[in-house]
């Protein structure tokens, strides 16, 4: 069993447009924007980062915004819900703020004990708010205040036909099996950031999920370092998982495999982190390229659709 696995680093969707995409988690969940860089594989197509202060492991959420994108299909296989961790007692607030910003899908229930607002994002991408006490500090600004700011993820959730085989690995990452609330499984490794939470969700007969705007494309489990890093990737290979090179991502270094139930997983490094190429104070404001694609700059600050700061 593995135990360099610390919880989530980030996670990563689809999105439809940027400029949506950017208001709604600047503005509307007032999440700091702690990078503004395009995708590497696909450089005419920006990756936005939205975080904490420092874009910390365990807080950041970005998107991959294909212009037009066609909306994905919710089901199975993918990760259906992504939650964050807000203040015990912050919900109303929470709940008064979303609705004046006419956010779609909002209620509210409890899992596990623990109060949650549900809503949606700009491309029906599910999100919760969860009420816990959680001693990160969060980005402030834009009406959201330290009382009710977001502290970085809660959880994600697994949505699955079967989830033993994801069970299986989870465990072998590091993960202890947790308590069960109707088809939910919650999964927690010790020891971790404060994003320690997997919930598996089984639904044997829902149909499989279709990826496009608003779907999770993948969730990376934070690593201390690359030499934790190749200690992972040699034990998932050796268990039979076909893990990608490292890759390098300019802010952390990467390696991704397809688990057993069809969700996308990287494990990604701590190091070096968001201000690598720019001052903490400025994070997110200019376009940064990877000198790979440096060369390209011209043409794409004409092609990507300029976002506010
Ligand atoms: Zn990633």
Known sequence: MLHQIKGLHHVTSLASDARENNVFFTNVLGLRRVKKTVNFDAPDVYHLYYGDAAGSPGTVMTYFPFPDAARGRRGVGEVGRTSFAIPTGSSQAWLDRLASFDVAAIATDTRFGEKRVLFDGPDGDQFALVERDDERDPWTGNGVSEAMGIRGFHSADMRLKDGDASAELLGFMGYEKGDT????????????????????????????????????????????????????????????????????????????????????????????????DEDTAHLGEA???????????????????????
Do not use: C, M
């Not at 990608?244 to 190091?271: C, H, K, M, Q, S």
């Open 181 to 276: 609330d109707g088809d939910v499984t919650r999964f927690i490794v010790p020891g971790g950031n404060a994003a320690n939470v997997i919930d598996i969700e089984v639904a044997p007969s829902a149909t499989h999920a279709g990826q496009g705007a608003g779907s999770v494309h993948h969730i990376a489990f934070a690593v201390e370092n690359r030499a934790r890093q190749l200690e992972v990737r040699e034990a998932l290979l050796d268990t039979g998982y076909q893990v990608t090179p490292v890759i390098d991502r300019d802010y952390f270094w990467a390696i991704y495999f397809r688990t057993p139930g069809g969700v996308l997983f990287e494990v990604a490094t701590n190091e070096p982190g968001f201000d690598r």
């Open 287 to 309: 376009l940064k390229l990877p000198s790979q694609h440096e060369h390209l700059r011209t043409r794409l600050e004409s092609l990507l659709q300029p976002i506010e700061d």
